[in-house]
């Protein structure tokens, strides 16, 4: 279990220095009376039973035997698995088709897991990438027991949305959608039930994702809906903010929900203890939320909660020309947060690319960047291929901190010493599905007038380099004004002293 560093934001009625000062005698002495009363499984339990992240953070620091008796609580309090069956889910068949199709549990139910508190009349938000809404539901449906309940039905239906959503042909379409930005998060949301028993249903809303999951819940209305459950590990995003302080800071750009339902999640997490918060210094911002850094979902700035997979199905390759996935893709996104005061906006690409099966949220644009120049140089090569293997398929995710770091090596599929200028000129010409919307590559096409810095930017095939590298630069100026906005802003003194 990775956590960071939550001492000093330890609730309020509980003094740092007293912890600290309590931690250190206790460790000093690893064999006193106290140590070895803590250890003891009944009154650790019964301590750690309604004790908050902080506090089993700073019981684990006392001594070793303590430690290892934390953990050995965290192991049962934090079980997945039993969680999951809480929620009338099968977890091991669960948590394996969450691994083949990267779908995450998000909202108030991954915030019940850290907090291990049951919300009651809660529904599970379930955010799917895009092409496997039709295998998340028949799972539900087939394995799960769950029924398909769309909003105002009066029995189960059968569920045909999405059949199509995972051929080569709706994936070019979804690419092909806006053209900048980043507008829609969530196309469509599915409702399925469960009874468990006579006084208990279950709710399962499907969030069938525009780009990705991880998209979908950055642009969550505040900081304490980022919290997410994978097949591996559990993640909070702000752990400080929501565990550390209980404190819910309001994203007012995000655009998954609208003003009113935005407002009325505020009001329904204020409802679960996190409190909103009308103003924050730049220090305060920086500390709690660690502002005007680059983040990345398992960062140390994480809780992430790892989760063992040895009875899980055995992974398989996207395709077999695919380079291996040996790790949970959640990890490779990444975003940044800023602002102060009461105004804070999430700042990342898109990267929505035809050699990768999923979009990703970038906060460096020279890594968005490599990822386009790797497509130009590599998309000749895949039509070429599949000019001679119609159902040829590669996809890169597998080596996406490759490409990122531009160390990949291109691959070419056929002996054949043919020129690739052939099917170089078939890509910019728009004789491929994802060429066709741009025209000559030396007018400006993005203006600075043009880029709204609130909307995460799309970079996707349709853009030209030129267009491409004028986006990216507009995404790092703007980066780079509000990082210097934040320090002209009000200092924790100058707050006080209004």
């Given at each position: 279990?990775?956590m960071p560093d939550l001492l000093a934001c330890a609730p309020a009625c509980i003094s740092t220095a007293n912890l600290r000062q309590s931690a250190g005698a206790l ?65 091991i068949p669960f948590r394996s088709m969450q691994q083949r199709t990267g779908s995450l549990i998000g909202g108030s139910t991954a915030l019940s897991f850290f907090t ?223 602002g102060s005061g009461s105004l804070f906006q999430m700042r990342y690409c898109i990267v929505s690319l035809p050699i990768f099966r999923y979009s990703y949220a970038v ?136």
């Amino acid at each position: 279990m990775l956590m960071p560093d939550l001492l000093a934001c330890a609730p309020a009625c509980i003094s740092t220095a007293n912890l600290r000062q309590s931690a250190g005698a206790l460790s000093a002495n690893e064999n006193n009376r106290i140590s070895k009363g803590l250890a003891c499984p009944s009154i650790l339990d019964s301590i750690s039973t309604g004790a908050t992240p902080t506090t089993l953070i700073n019981l684990g620091r006392t001594c070793s035997a303590v430690r290892t008796a934390v953990e050995s609580f965290n192991s049962v309090a934090f079980n997945i698995d039993t969680f999951l069956s809480t929620l009338g889910l099968d977890p091991i068949p669960f948590r394996s088709m969450q691994q083949r199709t990267g779908s995450l549990i998000g909202g108030s139910t991954a915030l019940s897991f850290f907090t291990r508190t049951q919300y009651l009349n809660d529904n599970i938000n379930l955010f799917v990438q895009p092409g496997h809404a039709y295998e998340v539901a028949r799972h539900l449906i087939d394995v799960q027991g769950f029924s398909y309940r769309p909003p105002g039905s009066r029995g189960a239906r059968d569920f045909v949305d999405g059949i199509a959503d995972a051929t080569p042909r709706s994936l070019k379409r979804r690419q092909r959608q806006d053209s900048v930005h980043t507008i829609h998060a969530i196309d469509r949301v599915h409702r399925f039930e469960k009874r468990i028993d006579r006084a208990r249903v279950i709710e399962l809303l499907v969030m069938q994702t525009s780009r990705s999951a991880v998209h979908a819940i950055l642009n969550g209305h505040s900081t304490a809906t980022m919290n997410i459950l994978s097949y591996d590990c559990a993640v909070s995003l702000y752990p400080l903010s929501t565990f550390g302080v209980s404190e819910n800071q309001e994203l007012k750009w995000n655009m998954l929900d609208s003003p009113v339902d935005a407002y009325l999640g505020i009001i329904k997490y204020s409802d679960f203890g996190f409190s909103p918060r009308a103003y924050i210094s730049k220090e305060y911002a920086r500390e709690i939320l660690h502002t005007d850094i680059e983040r990345r979902i398992g960062d140390e700035f994480c809780w992430t909660i790892k989760f063992k997979t040895d009875n899980l199905d055995e992974r398989v390759l996207l395709t077999p020309a695919s380079p291996p996935v040996r790790a949970n893709l959640l990890l490779n996104n990444s975003w940044h947060l800023v602002g102060s005061g009461s105004l804070f906006q999430m700042r990342y690409c898109i990267v929505s690319l035809p050699i990768f099966r999923y979009s990703y949220a970038v906060a460096d644009d020279r890594k968005a960047t490599a990822m386009r120049q790797f497509f130009d140089e590599q998309w000749p090569r895949e039509l070429e291929a599949r000019h001679l293997d119609n159902m040829h398929q590669t996809w890169w995710d597998g080596a996406l901190q490759r490409v990122q770091a531009g160390d990949a090596v291109h691959v070419r599929y056929t002996d054949d010493d043919q020129d690739l200028k052939g099917w170089q000129s078939r890509y910019t010409e728009g004789n491929s599905w994802c060429g066709d919307s741009d025209k000559e590559d030396s007018a400006s096409t993005i203006s600075e007038r043009s880029y709204f810095p609130i909307i995460p930017v799309l970079i996707n095939a349709r853009m030209t380099r030129k267009s491409t590298d004028e986006i990216l630069h507009h995404f790092r100026t703007a980066l780079e004004n509000d990082v210097e906005e934040a320090d002209a802003s009000l200092s924790d003194e100058e707050f006080e002293d209004m």
